[in-house]
């Protein structure tokens, strides 16, 4: 059984750029989460995606917006870059988009934004 | 609005048992998340509780309280290797996870 991937591990931007990091679900998983996590901090919830639909929202401006492919893997894009955006940005997948299910994180991506 | 709290730093002794406490106050719950998290890593899942009373699994346990808004994490036997973050976490309602700030757990010889 594969586990959840994110590609790439670390990535360097500078601000105003636009940034895209991809997830691999684990198998037979077909809901992908993303998490926004600082230095120091829990990991914070951007959204959601069901079967290619977005399925929740957190408190992030629209310049954070994803999409979910058919095989079920991920992309989160930020577009505009800010210094307050270098954090681990996590993706978690889960079996379904059912309340309490337990999600599974991948090893996430390190951004840092000059 | 919505709240966890938890220590913010715990050390305890190899061999010991520690007790690590979550409390909440969110809009949903649809369960209570315990994850272990080492330093540059991502989070492992440790323990779900949805009911009250007490989980076990091998060396590590977990308790729920609803009507207290109350949760704890037990470790017996510490290890070396249990030397991490543990971060509480609640099912909201949205179908996401609320994170509190995490207790960065030190084991000593």
């Known amino acids: 059984e594969t586990g959840v991937t994110q590609s790439p591990t670390h990535l360097i931007k500078t601000r105003g750029q636009q940034v895209t990091l991809r997830c691999s679900s684990q198998?037979?998983?077909?809901?992908v989460s993303w998490y926004q996590q600082a230095l120091g901090q829990g990991p914070q919830f951007i959204f959601q995606?069901?079967?290619?639909?977005?399925?929740g929202r957190g408190n992030f401006p629209p310049r954070f917006s994803g999409l979910q492919f058919p095989n079920y893997s991920s992309e989160l894009n930020v577009n505009a870059l800010e210094l307050d955006d270098s954090a681990l940005y996590l993706c978690?997948?889960?079996?379904?988009?059912?309340?309490?299910?337990?999600?599974?994180f991948g090893p996430g991506t390190r951004l840092t934004v000059l | 609005g919505q709240n966890i709290d938890q220590p913010t730093e715990m050390t305890a002794t190899e061999g010991a048992i520690v007790q690590i406490n979550c409390t909440y106050q969110?809009?949903?719950?649809?369960?209570l998340f315990w994850y272990q998290q080492h330093a540059g890593e991502a989070p492992t899942f440790l323990s779900y509780?949805?009911?009250?009373g007490l989980e076990e699994k091998g060396r590590f346990s977990s308790f729920l309280s609803r009507s207290k808004g109350y949760s704890y994490l037990l470790l017996k036997e510490l290890q070396m290797k249990d030397s991490a973050s543990y971060l509480c976490?609640?099912?909201?309602?949205?179908?996401?996870?609320?994170f509190g700030t995490g207790t960065r757990l030190t084991v000593i010889p």
């Open positions: 978690a997948s889960s079996l379904s988009g059912g309340n309490g299910d337990t999600q599974y």
């Open positions: 198998s037979g998983h077909n809901t």
């Open positions: 995606y069901y079967r290619e639909e977005e399925n």
């Open positions: 969110t809009s949903g719950f649809n369960g």
């Open positions: 509780n949805v009911l009250d």
């Open positions: 976490a609640v099912g909201t309602g949205a179908n996401n996870l609320f």
